[in-house]
């Protein structure tokens, strides 16, 4: 009954921290960090930014490629692509078994999730109970990426998704996603590093906004804007708008 609680939370919990997702499934538009300018390359959550009209962040970053673009255009780009949120709790689920592994422990986690609908599939990675990490499985070409804003790399992450990505392929007769994937720890200097040693979690609800809005994290998510990224996360858990 507690896994099956847990899984019905498709949010990301990270340090302690909650952010919402950047979409929902099917392009409904949600909160997402961005800059206020579109020559400000830093997340709009930094500059707290709120479009109190339609009650949408928009990412307009110089690194986005969408600084040229309007607001509504914007949000129009950013609808196309589909993410769905695992939480934190998914992954230890996973690999805490007896022989490091059960596809069981997780299975009814896509009882009402079809991982074949989605374009991203993001997981939150704990390491050691001391580090958060991100690990995102892109179905549009077969990759499972790594992100630490620490620098470091998780072999066995990437594999175990792996395994689960062709388990649940079988499981649910999906036979695009029973074949190898190509895995990769993502390094500096593509993926943001924190400079501080409490800042993880705020990492991965930045850089999982960011890829999930078809964003570049680097340059976009940077240590400096930490602080006021938390407030910015704060705001939308006092919310409850996400």
């Given amino acids: 009954e507690d896994s099956q609680q847990v899984e019905e939370m498709d949010i990301i919990s990270a340090a302690g921290s909650t952010a919402s997702p950047v979409r929902r499934a099917g392009g409904s538009s949600a909160h997402t960090c961005v800059s206020s300018t579109e020559h400000d390359s830093s997340p709009l959550a930094t500059r707290a930014a709120h479009d109190e009209k339609d009650d949408t962040w928009v990412i307009v970053g110089d690194d986005s490629g969408l600084g040229a673009e309007t607001q509504s255009q914007a949000v129009e780009e950013l609808q196309r692509s589909r993410c769905t949120f695992f939480n934190s709790f998914f992954y230890p689920?996973?690999?805490n078994a007896k022989n490091g592994y059960s596809y069981d422990n997780v299975k009814r986690w896509t009882k009402n999730r079809?991982?074949?609908e989605y374009d991203l599939i993001f997981f939150p990675i704990n390491v050691s109970n001391s580090h958060?990490?991100?690990a995102v499985v892109?179905?549009?070409d077969h990759t499972i990426r790594y992100f630490d804003s620490l620098g470091g790399k998780n072999k066995q992450c990437l594999v175990l998704l792996e395994r689960y990505m062709r388990d649940y392929a079988q499981d649910k007769?999906?036979?695009e996603f029973d074949r190898e994937w190509l895995k990769k720890d993502v390094v500096p200097p593509v993926v943001p590093q924190q400079t501080d040693s409490s800042?993880?979690?705020l990492f991965v609800c930045a850089i999982a906004d960011a890829l999930s809005a078809g964003v570049k994290p680097k340059g976009?998510?940077?240590?400096?804007d930490m602080s006021d990224i938390r407030r910015a996360v704060f705001r939308l858990l006092v919310s409850c708008n996400m």
């Fill in 93 to 95: 689920l996973l690999r």
């Fill in 173 to 175: 007769d999906i036979p």
């Fill in 114 to 116: 079809k991982l074949e």
């Fill in 132 to 134: 958060w990490c991100l």
């Fill in 138 to 140: 892109d179905t549009s």
């Fill in 220 to 224: 976009v998510v940077r240590q400096e």
């Fill in 199 to 201: 800042s993880c979690g």
